[in-house]
């Protein structure tokens, strides 16, 4: 077999029946399917044929799970077969130069993102980062096949047409989304899923109403459902998708009330709570990130021995970053299991008994045909975990307040009981609070739920919040009894979500607590 051939021969048969305009460089591939669970022994035979080739890839090539953590395969209970045929798989892979990343968010997430930029070409074929990185990044790909993403990272080449040309990135329908704003990877996906179910209208779907403050999770979330449940390769929502008008184009409206997701959202955990007590937890899919490891991490932070069987699907890249690396530690001890390399769809199911459930709206679809298990959906993870009484104990307050900015965000507690100035209290290349007058004083609000009565100090404050913003030291989101307009003109430049008179009072929450902020709502889990 000669590998150069047969890739430009089938690249060059799938431009004819697509009418391509040709073919056009790519800056990188990204390939799927390269779990031995889906290849079988034809697959990996195939792979092992077309590495003797000799034949290496022309661009950079990464490659999404496979079927095991290719250290940890023990652990996941995974057959000597399968590790010994999933080891041939990736031998060949890294045989013909494809990078050994094994992760569906490397694409986006990884170290070759940072290069990347609007307007790129390149052929992914993990379609939740094909969504993602079409939308939320304005790179360039059709939803490739494995094999195709393959052979454009042998040639370097694509056919030219879908997602490629400027007319098939225009918006095909107006999505107005009814507040409340969906919160949590759980309302994203339901949200992505019910779009996605509009059928060929849904193509280019304009969202309106989603807020400025996505979280990376959510957008993954929205990204993997629209994907999983339709025809669509990318939607458009304002402050989100740099190809996004500010105005809702003038198109086809279908309202998509908010409510509605967030009953959908409780009715599932009450039916998780009333059954059978779940015995095992699926998270990462997608693989799960820094950002999400870190809030896992944090919330587990008191429980000495989780009591149930947490998964957590991760990648190498979100371990190569300090924190991220930590937080997987601290899980580790405390007997979740995270794996690597892999994913909950394209592994073979653990042993367990009792019921599954999981965050994804993806792998509640793609799990029961790989596993014949059929997880149960979950709203949050911090909901979840308190129902099953993994975080005994614990107690979940609600306050509501009115959202100034809104948005959803969480982290720890920062609480000052005086009030603050951004100027001159907060040093803004770092997040550490200077103010010598604050019982905050050397203390950082980097990431943090800020909690204070209200500001004071001078108004160049809302350019400090700003500047933080931009800089990665701003809290995640602040709560205040009454917002002075320095802050308030601050997080609405920047997009911080900012709440304020909420009831009961905001500054009973305790320094160190969990808070969820979305829009009004502020879930607060005590420590
Ligand atoms: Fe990724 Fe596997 Fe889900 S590839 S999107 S974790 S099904």
């Not at 889906?38 to 697959?43: A, I, K, R, V």
């Not at 609480?415 to 609070?433: A, C, D, E, Q, R």
């Not at 997009?495 to 009973?508: C, K, M, S, W, Y």
Request: hydrophobic residues 40%.
């Amino acid at each position: 077999m000669k590998a150069y051939e047969l890739a430009s021969g089938v690249l060059r048969a799938l431009s004819e029946a697509k009418e391509a305009r040709g073919m056009i460089s790519v800056v990188n591939a990204h390939v799927s399917g390269i779990s031995y669970m889906n290849l079988g022994d034809y697959g990996l035979e195939f792979l092992e044929d077309l590495a003797a080739t000799g034949e290496r890839v022309r661009v950079p090539t990464s490659s999404n799970p496979c079927g095991m953590d290719r250290e940890l395969w023990r652990e996941q209970g995974i057959s000597e077969d399968f590790a010994a045929k999933q080891a041939r798989v990736n031998a060949a892979l890294e045989k013909m130069g494809i990078a050994p990343t094994y992760s569906c968010t490397f694409p986006y997430e990884g170290q070759w993102s940072s290069k990347l930029k609007p307007g790129d070409h390149v052929a992914w074929a993990e379609s939740s980062a094909v969504v993602y990185g079409n939308s939320v990044l304005g790179l360039r790909s059709n939803r490739e096949g494995g094999p195709s993403a393959l052979f454009s990272g042998i040639t370097g080449l694509t056919p030219n047409y879908g997602m490629h040309l400027d007319e098939n990135r225009k918006p095909t329908v107006l999505i107005k989304v009814e507040q409340p704003i969906p919160r949590g990877p759980l309302e994203w996906g339901l949200l992505g899923k019910k779009i996605a179910e509009l059928g060929e209208k849904a193509k280019v779907p304009y969202i309106y109403g989603l807020g400025r403050t996505a979280t990376k999770g959510e957008l993954k979330a929205l990204s993997a459902a629209l994907a999983t449940f339709g025809p669509t390769d990318m939607f458009l929502a304002p402050y989100i998708s740099p190809e996004a008008s500010k105005e809702p184009p003038k198109l086809e409206e279908v309202t998509i009330d908010g409510r509605e997701l967030e009953e959908q959202s409780r009715e599932a955990l009450d039916k998780a709570v009333s059954g059978e007590t779940p015995k095992a937890f699926f998270l990462g899919c997608p693989q799960y990130g820094v950002e999400e490891l870190v809030y896992i991490a944090r919330l587990l932070s008191d429980v000495k021995k989780v009591k149930g069987d947490i998964f957590i699907y991760t990648s190498r890249h979100a371990l190569s970053d300090q924190a991220g690396f930590q937080a997987v530690n601290s899980l580790r001890e405390k007997g979740v299991k995270v794996f690597r390399d892999t994913c909950p769809v394209f592994s073979p199911a653990p042993s367990f008994s009792g019921g599954v459930m999981t965050d994804s709206v993806k792998s509640s679809f793609y799990m029961p045909q790989s596993k014949s298990i059929r997880p149960t959906l979950e709203p949050t993870v911090v909901s979840f975990m308190l129902a099953s009484g993994e975080l005994e104990g614990k107690r979940l307050t609600t306050y509501v307040g009115k959202a100034v900015v809104a948005g959803t965000a969480f982290g720890e507690a920062i609480v000052s009981y005086k009030p603050l100035s951004f100027l001159g209290g907060i040093n803004p290349s770092t997040g550490i609070v200077i103010d010598e007058e604050s019982e905050l004083k050397g203390e950082s609000v980097k990431g943090k739920v800020l909690v204070y009565p209200t500001g004071k100090g001078s108004t160049v404050g809302s350019y400090i919040i700003y500047a933080m913003k931009k800089m990665g030291t701003s809290p995640a989101a602040i709560i205040m009894r009454e917002a002075d307009t320095v802050t308030i003109i601050g997080c609405v430049l920047a997009g911080i979500p900012l709440v304020h008179r909420v009831n009961p009072d905001p500054l009973e929450i305790k320094a160190g607590s969990m808070v969820r902020v979305a829009d009004g709502t502020i879930e607060v889990t005590d420590r």
